[in-house]
């Protein structure tokens, strides 16, 4: 057992020319990844977020959020105050309500593109030039007649953060009314109002881009410029769905005309810690990072942070509904302190996007998971050496792949590289639970596979090619060493020529046109046939033990030695099993078993009338009634000591008028339809000229 398990076991070690083909597909392979990944595919991208979606299940599960809390305008509110959009009033008394529980930063998740159709003066001029009546509104304070400065007074009390969506080139449709909703690509601009302060200062490094690699905005759909004038910074409600369209980060930073703006989430975490201004810290590959007093937020190089998803994130916060904060049910201990985003989760806001655990995941629980990421120091951090480290393990691997293609057996190779897979999937597991580390396996993983599949194939192909090299010699040096058997008893019966070529060619002929016959079909596949024809040669064997004065004698032979002379096939069996025994070989082998059916059986006639065993009919094995008609064939056509050749058509007629008697009438049939490629090969191989006397 101690030396099954040794390492030299397992070893094999391939011919140089197959080890160099191994590490040339190797390199090549190497050199295709590392361009590929470069590259950035669309395949590849679309591998390793599905990879990334199973690494973020091996995150540990996170406590409920403490810092962040959701007031969401859900159906039972829509259902009890009306239709969406709700009238900016309503919206101003969640504000006030926030404000007066101790919200510590109130970001709302709705836009304010144009004013509010439903405010008195923008109804009553409505209602008079389309319909010619007059609403009677004088008795209602001015002040109440305006949605939108009630919303704005509002949002200057509780210092609440709205919010633009910025577009990215694409031309914005213009349309003179739009209702507010959460934010939205390509809606259009209403307003040319001047934003306040972006709220993000730039550190960058001497090494720092011109400009930086973060989104750049062409256009901004913003508040009116009531409500503009009104916020104490702008932040953007943007969403970055990966190339499949889930979300998975979350872009802190954009940029327009120079200035760069953050998004709702930063925005109210740094109002919620008293900041004066989030500071963007750039070096050479990028952003690196963004600041919020003693907060450190990691971010790829475009200012995005990824998201930590969890199976459970839209369970985690404190959902409010707006009903309930109108209504005054709320605890105010609920909101205290906290970081509070507005907004809707309504199927009529239509802002539901596609997260790694989600088909629908509501926009406005996506700026909650990222505060709270940002609170809780959660981070998940793909570093900028995270290609660097995969394309360092893509080399590694295909090196490590065809260092044991070089080595060990086939099966091996095939569990060290199982083990491998394995082992980059536990890796990446383990940096993403421990460290929060995100370096995706899929590309090493890819190049392990793939190289194990090239270059496996290339060993096996080259292997399956030296083993069939292999085959044919040893099959060349078993024909030789059959001859060299045979010819023994042609050195004593000289007069057979080249009785056991011609033979087994008759042999062959016979096999290949029963090979389809429904008697002969599962006797006579290829390798079967193969078997036959190698062991037709063996048929006369026996004679090694027929004396000479039998063998060798002019003459007809007596019944004592016509006894004898039978007896050949019996010899010719114990012969063969003998051989089969001392060499150590399975007697059940096809080739070996053939010989001995037809050393022994090849002058059994199909009437039972033949030797030595008197078989008859099927009992006689196929090899030997294939032999028997070839050998009689042959010895028709040959000169004998006591007798002259036969012409083919008397040996034809001979055969035909044997059918039923003396061969198997099928293989008569095979003999009738082949019986011209017997007559031209028998011309083609004639005896030699020999010596008869």
């Not at 390492?7 to 040339?24: G, Q, S």
Request: glycine share 8%; with cysteine; proline share 8%.
């Amino acid at each position: 057992m101690a030396r099954l398990i040794r390492p030299a076991a397992f070893a094999h070690r391939p011919p140089r020319r197959v080890r160099l083909l191994v590490w040339a597909a190797a390199a090549l392979l190497g050199l295709g990844f590392c361009i590929w990944m470069l590259g950035s595919p669309l395949f590849l991208d679309q591998l390793e977020l599905l990879g990334y979606d199973r690494l973020l299940r091996a995150l540990p599960a996170a406590p409920p959020s403490t810092g962040v809390a959701v007031v969401d305008i859900d159906e039972a509110s829509l259902a009890e105050l009306g239709q969406w959009p709700l009238p900016r009033y309503q919206v101003a008394r969640m504000l006030d309500a926030l404000h007066q529980a101790g919200a510590a930063a109130i970001g709302v998740d709705i836009l304010f593109p144009e004013p509010d159709r439903l405010s008195l003066d923008r109804l009553r001029a409505s209602f008079q030039q389309g319909l010619n009546v007059e609403l009677g509104v004088a008795r209602v304070p001015p002040a109440l007649r305006d949605n939108d400065a009630i919303l704005a007074a509002s949002v200057a009390r509780s210092g609440a953060v709205l919010g633009v969506w910025f577009d990215f080139g694409q031309a914005l449709p213009e349309r003179p009314e739009r209702p507010e909703r959460p934010g939205q690509p390509g809606l259009p601009a209403a307003s040319a109002a001047t934003l306040p302060p972006p709220g993000v200062l730039l550190a960058r490094s001497p090494r720092a881009p011109d400009p930086l690699p973060i989104p750049q905005a062409t256009r901004a759909l913003q508040p009116i410029p009531q409500l503009a004038a009104a916020m104490r910074s702008a932040a953007f409600h943007n969403a970055l769905p990966d190339p499949d369209g889930r979300i998975r980060r979350a872009p802190l930073l954009i940029q327009r005309d120079r200035e760069i703006y953050p998004s709702l989430a930063l925005a109210a975490v740094t109002q919620a810690l008293g900041a004066p201004a989030a500071i963007a810290q750039a070096g050479a590959a990028g952003v690196e990072q963004v600041r919020v007093g003693a907060l450190r937020i990691p971010t790829d190089a475009q200012g995005n942070l990824l998201l930590p998803f969890r199976p459970d994130s839209a369970r985690r916060f404190d959902r409010i509904s707006a009903l309930d904060l109108l209504q005054g049910r709320v605890d105010p201990a609920r909101l205290r302190g906290r970081i509070v985003f507005l907004g809707s989760s309504a199927t009529a806001a239509s802002d539901q996007h596609p997260t790694p655990f989600a088909r629908q995941f509501p926009g406005l629980l996506i700026h909650a998971v990222a505060a709270d990421a940002m609170l809780r120091q959660d981070f998940l951090v793909a570093p900028g050496w995270a290609v660097a480290a995969q394309l360092a393990l893509v080399l590694l691997a295909l090196a490590g792949a065809a260092f044991l293609l070089c080595r060990y057996l086939l099966w091996v190779c095939a569990v060290a590289g199982a083990a491998g897979l394995a082992g980059l999937w536990l890796a990446a597991l383990g940096l993403l639970a421990a460290h929060r580390l995100v370096i995706s396996p899929v590309p090493p993983m890819l190049a392990l596979g793939a190289g194990l599949a090239l270059m496996g194939l290339i060993r096996f192909r080259s292997e399956e090619q030296a083993a069939i090299r292999t085959a044919q010699e040893l099959a060349m040096a078993q024909d030789c060493a059959i001859i060299g058997l045979v010819s023994t008893v042609e050195t004593r019966d000289a007069e057979t020529g080249q009785h056991i070529i011609r033979t087994r060619s008759y042999v062959r002929y016979l096999a290949e046109h029963l090979a389809t016959h429904p008697r002969f079909r599962r006797h006579l596949g290829p390798e079967a046939i193969e078997a036959i024809v190698k062991s037709a040669a063996l048929h006369d064997i026996g004679k090694v033990g027929v004396p000479d004065a039998i063998l060798k004698k002019p003459g007809p032979l007596d019944a004592t030695e016509t006894h004898t002379m039978h007896q050949h096939t019996v010899l010719g069996q114990r012969i063969l099993e003998r051989a089969f025994r001392l060499a150590g070989a399975d007697p059940s082998h096809s080739f070996l078993a053939r010989g001995v059916e037809i050393a022994r059986s090849h002058h059994e006639r199909w009437d039972g009338l033949g030797y030595p065993s008197g078989l008859k009919g099927e009992a006689i094995p196929v090899a030997a009634r294939l032999m028997a008609l070839a050998d009689v064939y042959d010895a028709m056509r040959s000169r004998r000591r006591y007798k002259e050749p036969r012409s083919h058509e008397e040996a034809r007629a001979v055969i035909l008028d044997g059918a039923g008697s003396l061969f198997d009438p099928d293989v008569v049939l095979a003999f009738q339809a082949t019986q011209e490629r017997f007559r031209l090969f028998s011309e083609r191989h004639p005896d030699q000229d020999l010596d008869l006397d």
